[in-house]
């Protein structure tokens, strides 16, 4: 079946450092991947996305790559902020048995910035 | 924001009480998705819908079921609520398959 393993958190940096968050996946067909990020006492948001090898998706400063050979999704972010503090997700969408898409979801990494 | 409302947001039952948790959808998305949320587990998929009427099961789908009458609403039914099912429940909907997943604010239940 299909599985994102992300690295286990908190992560905990100082304001302006480099963030790196790891996650690879594993799964039967050709998915779409994607990054959420979860506010204390809120929902989980899309953060980007991208849907085939080799595509970035970015936004607010964050950036990941689809690699299908190494079949990563490594979120990275060149400074971040103390209000980028929040729970991540990494997550992948492919056909499961009847057709039907199941959203799979990592475990989510806590990230705490420091000022 | 997705238009997407889930009820109640808040509430506390007795062990043993049915619960029905309601989340409701302007979007028209097909796709409508229960998960709960644990420390240590992440998030879990306990139901899904497709379809008006066609619904699956997710990976902790005992001591639970759903319904879907209508497009715009999904409900979460648990049977014989029990302390186990104590958690944070969030609806989620997707125009088609692959595509991003929007979620509702939360359903935090107690069982007591």
């Known amino acids: 079946g299909n599985s994102v393993t992300q690295m286990e958190g908190p992560v905990t940096l100082s304001e302006e450092a480099f963030l790196t968050i790891n996650c690879t996946y594993t799964a039967t067909g050709y998915p779409s991947l994607f990054w959420y990020v979860q506010y204390p006492g809120e929902g989980l948001q899309l953060l980007l996305k991208a849907t085939k090898a080799d595509d970035k998706g970015s936004n607010k400063g964050f950036e990941a790559t689809y690699r299908k050979e190494t079949t990563s999704f490594h979120l990275e972010k060149g400074s971040v902020q103390v209000s980028d503090s929040a729970v991540y997700f990494c997550?992948?969408?492919?056909?499961?048995?009847?057709?039907?898409?199941?959203?799979?979801f990592g475990r989510g990494t806590s990230l705490i910035v420091h000022p | 924001d997705a238009g997407i409302t889930q009820s109640p947001r808040h509430k506390v039952t007795e062990t043993g009480t049915p619960v029905t948790l309601r989340c409701h959808q302007t979007e028209n998305h097909r796709y409508m998705y229960w998960y709960r949320q644990d420390p240590g587990h992440g998030l879990r998929l306990i139901h899904y819908?497709?379809?008006?009427?066609?619904?699956d099961k997710g990976e902790v789908s005992d001591g639970y079921s759903v319904s879907r009458s209508k497009t715009e609403d999904f409900l979460l039914t648990l049977e014989s609520a029990t302390s186990s099912q104590t958690s944070v429940y969030f609806c989620?909907?997707?125009?088609?398959?692959?595509?991003?997943?929007?979620f509702g604010e939360g359903s935090w239940l107690t069982v007591v």
């Open positions: 819908s497709y379809g008006v009427k066609d619904t």
């Open positions: 997550a992948l969408s492919d056909r499961a048995s009847g057709g039907s898409y199941i959203p799979t």
């Open positions: 989620a909907i997707s125009r088609d398959p692959g595509n991003t997943i929007y």
